[in-house]
């Protein structure tokens, strides 16, 4: 095959011959059905949707949707499972499946990583390296969780809450499935999850895995279909807890459904960090993940660095390096390994970027963007920056989940403090400098769940993740993790 593509060109500075994933022994379902009681169902009124690959906007299968009847079925399974099999069996047969799952997921990792590219529009490398081997990990670690609950809540009793309606987004599909699934599995509950409409296979060949797995029927369920499936879950009488993970205005109204409830919530929202570069900042290390931190997977990363802030004395310097790096990126087929850069998951988020973009111009903000040619098809959008912004702009205010970076500069610490803290959210931050002190003291001052010292982006099973503020309650990952599924009398 490669004979035939020619070398690409990038930005005239350098060929990679293409290194294209093989599709050839794949296999896409035409159709995919609920997961409901251990088995594939059609929906009971026979509805589906697409499932289009962003890159070139052709449809890869049709998805079951999920209405108020499917959901009854859903919710009843795991009901049923709950008070049945799932209660009788010891924590150490419990972990044994959890362990089974993250084994077949790292068996069928490579499948996984494609199917999760073509979906959803990420590089095969992230999918690869990153979204896959975390999903396995997130399991494995919670396994190791399951018949140790009392050594982690030492003179409590927890006890699982019941059923667990677990809604997830676009950006990291299978691994937000792992988030959601792996502790509500160790702490005993049973599981109703909803992926998002534009990303659900990976969620359906999870289900798959599960089904290889031989967990009892009805311990986990996978519903999919749009908002009003996700809206049904909500507020299903029969649901103990939800575990959301999305945009704060769905996440407020899932909040107002609930009130008034015993429901118990997890909230995973939006984000808009500030990534903080000191003058004392190893500075190529600091661009590097910069770079990272708002292109990588196209921007839609809820903790993602969109705010930049660079002491005034290195800003000259700093801007340089970033508009040089930035033109060495690869935007194209996701699919090549050699790609930084892959499509944006849908039409939708393609025209909130845009729609951010020409604000940030008319709002009178300096533009720069990776001089490239985007492929004809799909949707895509190169690597941008802003720069001449100020805290009014809306670009550096509201979460455009893009990969659109919003750039200010600072004299002061206490300076930079207030304007990474002057916005709704608080999810993450990022702070390059030399000094330990002055790292410490940030993550001390600046009001998000996770901040990163001299990196970005770094995510691992026992770390918990979580947010103050507009950005949500709760914490997945690490020993925090499990009690958000615990009663802990
Ligand atoms: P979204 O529109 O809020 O959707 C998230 C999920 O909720 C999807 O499965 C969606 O279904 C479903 N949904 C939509 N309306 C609903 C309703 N009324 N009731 C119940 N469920 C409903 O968010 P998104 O655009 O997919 O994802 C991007 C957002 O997620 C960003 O704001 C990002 O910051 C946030 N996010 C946060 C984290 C975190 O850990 N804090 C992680 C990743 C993403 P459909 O897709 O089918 O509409
Ligand atoms: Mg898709």
Redesign the pocket.
């Known amino acids: 095959m490669s004979s035939k593509i020619k070398s690409l060109k990038y930005n005239g500075k350098w060929d990679f011959s293409p290194s294209i994933e093989s599709l050839e022994n794949l296999s896409i379902q035409k159709e995919y059905q609920l997961f409901i009681n251990g088995k594939f169902q059609k929906p009971l009124a026979k509805k589906y949707f697409p499932s289009i690959n962003p890159t070139n906007e052709q449809q890869l299968s049709s998805i079951a949707k999920a209405e108020s009847d499917d959901v009854d079925l859903a919710v009843n399974s795991a009901r049923a499972a709950f008070n049945g099999q799932w209660s009788e069996i010891s924590a150490k047969e419990r972990a044994k499946y959890i362990y089974r799952i993250a084994r077949i997921i790292q068996e069928k990792s490579k499948e996984l990583a494609i199917v999760e590219t073509l979906d959803g529009g990420k590089p095969i490398r992230e999918s690869r390296d990153i979204d896959i081997p975390l999903a396995a990990a997130h399991f494995f670690y919670y396994a190791g969780w399951a018949d140790k609950l009392n050594y982690a809540f030492p003179n409590r009793t927890p006890k699982p809450l019941g059923v667990v309606g677990q809604?997830?987004?676009?950006?990291?599909p299978l691994m937000?499935a792992a988030w959601k699934i792996a502790p509500a599995l160790a702490t005993g509950n049973t599981v109703v999850l909803?992926?998002?409409?534009?990303t659900s296979i990976t969620a359906l060949l999870l289900a798959e895995i599960i089904k290889e797995a031989e967990l009892p029927p009805g311990v986990v369920n996978v519903i999919t279909?749009?908002?009003?499936?996700?809206?049904l879950?909500?507020n299903h009488p029969d649901v103990n807890k939800i575990a959301?993970?999305?945009?704060?205005?769905?996440?407020k109204?899932?909040m107002k459904s609930i009130s008034g409830t015993n429901k118990r919530s997890t909230m995973?929202?939006?984000?808009k960090a500030a990534n903080i570069i000191f003058e004392d900042a190893p500075l190529d290390q600091a661009v590097e993940g910069v770079i990272n931190g708002i292109y990588f997977n196209q921007g839609?990363?809820?903790?993602a660095g969109s705010r930049l802030f660079i002491q005034e004395s290195v800003y000259d310097v700093v801007i340089r390096k970033l508009k040089d790096r930035m033109q060495s990126l690869v935007v194209g087929n996701p699919l090549d390994k050699n790609t930084d850069i892959g499509a944006v998951n849908s039409k939708q988020?393609l025209a909130t970027i845009h729609k951010y973009i020409d604000i940030g111009v008319k709002e009178g903000a300096d533009i720069y963007q990776l001089n490239c040619e985007l492929p004809k098809s799909g949707y895509w959008c190169p690597p941008t920056l802003f720069t001449n912004v100020s805290q009014s702009h809306s670009i550096a205010k509201e979460?455009i989940?893009g990969p659109v970076l919003a750039i200010q500069t600072f004299r002061t610490t206490q300076e930079v403090i207030d304007k990474a803290n002057n916005t709704p959210y608080g999810?993450s931050a990022g702070v390059w400098t030399e000094k330990g002190s002055k790292a410490f003291n940030l993550a001390a001052k600046l009001k998000a769940g996770v901040i990163w010292a001299n990196t970005y982006n770094k995510f691992d099973p026992t770390s918990p993740?979580?947010?103050y503020k507009e950005?949500?309650h709760g914490r997945?990952g690490g020993l925090h993790g499990l009690s958000p599924y615990l009663n802990l009398e």
């Open positions: 809604i997830i987004p676009w950006n990291f937000m909803k992926p998002a409409e534009s279909g749009d908002g009003s499936t996700g809206n879950i909500v959301f993970t999305g945009s704060t205005d769905v996440g109204s899932i995973e929202l939006g984000g839609h990363v809820c903790c988020q979460e989940f999810l993740f979580g947010g950005s949500g997945e």
